[in-house]
């Protein structure tokens, strides 16, 4: 892949369409108001009433919240200090937040126009042939943009998938888990393990436990 310049805005929230209660169920503290703090970014459980899924997400140190059709808004620049939550799973950390677009340029010039750069870029196979993605640093996590594996009209926006947990010991987790995390098994990522949230957990989007 080749290396970009970067001066990636940060990440400061992402809002899910899940109940509170499906992520305390998998060993995540949550406040009573809906927020989970992991790491330094807060997912904000709102419910069904915001869509399915992540349903957007707020960035600091951004341009314009024109984003290629992803739901932005811009949060403050310093935001309120927090401190991360004690997650009896072990959750340390979001790692990555997925995106897909049928146009990949498009959307790559959309993010430039509100100052954000990949870090990196290039060309994966996949089982339904080459595909383009591109990484952005949004402070500690880091968005993946993916090319539609199977892409609609071009005219279509990009969309937000699902998104990547730091944990500290997998297999801990898996132990408390149980039934509700799938099969550990090798990250793309040379050296770190991975396992995905089963749907019996009830979560609107995709959710993957990582090692770091």
Same mark, same amino acid.
């Given at each position: 892949?080749?290396?970009?310049?970067?001066?990636?805005?940060?990440?400061?929230?992402?809002?899910?369409?899940?109940?509170?209660?499906?992520?305390?169920?998998?060993?995540?503290?949550?406040?009573?108001?809906?927020?989970?703090?992991?790491?330094?970014?807060?997912?904000?459980?709102?419910?069904?009433?915001?869509?399915?899924?992540?349903?957007?997400?707020?960035?600091?140190?951004?341009?314009?919240?024109?984003?290629?059709?992803?739901?932005?808004?811009?949060?403050?620049?310093?935001?309120?200090?927090?401190?991360?939550?004690?997650?009896?799973?072990?959750?340390?950390?979001?790692?990555?937040?997925?995106?897909?677009?049928?146009?990949?340029?498009?959307?790559?010039?959309?993010? $430039? &126009?509100?100052?954000?750069? +990949?870090?990196?870029?290039?060309?994966?196979?996949?089982? /339904?042939?080459? #595909?383009?993605? =591109?990484?952005?640093?949004?402070?500690?996590?880091?968005?993946?943009?993916?090319?539609?594996?199977?892409?609609?009209?071009?005219?279509?926006?990009?969309?937000?998938?699902?998104?990547?947990?730091?944990?500290?010991?997998?297999?801990? $987790? &898996?132990?408390?888990?149980? +039934?509700?995390?799938?099969?550990?098994?090798?990250?793309? /990522?040379?050296? #770190?393990?991975? =396992?995905?949230?089963?749907?019996?957990?009830?979560?609107?989007?995709?959710?993957?436990?990582?090692?770091?």
């Amino acid at each position: 892949m080749n290396a970009i310049r970067t001066a990636s805005p940060v990440l400061e929230e992402l809002l899910l369409g899940d109940e509170p209660e499906a992520w305390r169920r998998l060993g995540f503290e949550v406040h009573p108001d809906g927020v989970c703090r992991v790491g330094a970014v807060r997912l904000r459980l709102a419910g069904s009433g915001v869509g399915e899924g992540v349903a957007g997400w707020s960035l600091s140190g951004i341009e314009t919240t024109d984003l290629d059709g992803l739901p932005t808004t811009i949060a403050p620049t310093e935001p309120a200090e927090s401190e991360p939550a004690a997650h009896p799973n072990g959750a340390a950390a979001l790692d990555h937040v997925v995106a897909f677009t049928p146009d990949i340029a498009r959307t790559l010039a959309a993010f $430039a &126009a509100a100052g954000i750069e +990949p870090r990196r870029s290039g060309e994966i196979q996949s089982s /339904q042939g080459p #595909r383009q993605m =591109a990484f952005f640093r949004l402070g500690e996590a880091v968005l993946e943009l993916v090319q539609a594996p199977e892409p609609g009209p071009r005219s279509q926006p990009a969309a937000f998938w699902g998104l990547v947990v730091i944990v500290r010991d997998i297999d801990a $987790a &898996a132990d408390q888990l149980g +039934p509700l995390l799938g099969r550990i098994k090798d990250a793309v /990522q040379p050296g #770190r393990r991975i =396992a995905t949230i089963r749907p019996e957990a009830g979560l609107s989007a995709p959710l993957a436990l990582m090692t770091a």
